[in-house]
C-alpha cells in the first residue's frame, strides 16, 4: 500500500483502457479490504463498507474523504447514515477502474489506520 499513498492521482480525460481483471487483481492486493464489484453495466469499481460506533464519527470520516478526494481531483460515491460509511470508486472518464482508484482506496484507507 506504500507506494500508492506516495503517488497522486492523474487527471483521467479518457482515451485510457482501464484495468483488465488480472492488473484489478494485482491492485486489489495493495489495497485492505476494498472488494470488486461489478454495476449493471458492467463497469468495475471498488466498494469498501466502514463501521463506525455513531452518526458523528460517521460524519467526521466522510468529512475526511471529502478532503482526501478533492486533494486528489478524484471523488468516489459516499454513501453514511448512523453508524456506516460506503464508498465506492471508479474512474467514470474510461467505464472502469485505473491506478487513480486504488490510490484514493489507500489514502481512505490510510484514515481508518491512525
Known amino acids: ?6 503517488k497522486k492521482c492523474l487527471p483521467c480525460e479518457g482515451g485510457v483502457t482501464p484495468f483488465d481483471i488480472s492488473e484489478i487483481h494485482k491492485y486489489q492486493k495493495k489495497v485492505d479490504g476494498w472488494n470488486i464489484v461489478k454495476n449493471e453495466k458492467n463497469i468495475y469499481f471498488l466498494e ?11 460524519q467526521s470520516f466522510v468529512n475526511e474523504v471529502g478532503k482526501i478526494s478533492e486533494e486528489e481531483g478524484h471523488h468516489p460515491e459516499i454513501s453514511f447514515g448512523w453508524g456506516y ?3 465506492n470508486i471508479t474512474t467514470h472518464a474510461i467505464s472502469g477502474l485505473s491506478e487513480n482508484d486504488f490510490i484514493l482506496a489507500a489514502k481512505i484507507d490510510k484514515i481508518t489506520n491512525v
Open 85 to 87: 460509511s460506503k464508498i
Open 48 to 58: 469498501k463498507k466502514f463501521s463506525f460506533k455513531n452518526f458523528l464519527d460517521s
Open 1 to 6: 500500500m506504500s507506494d500508492l499513498l506516495n
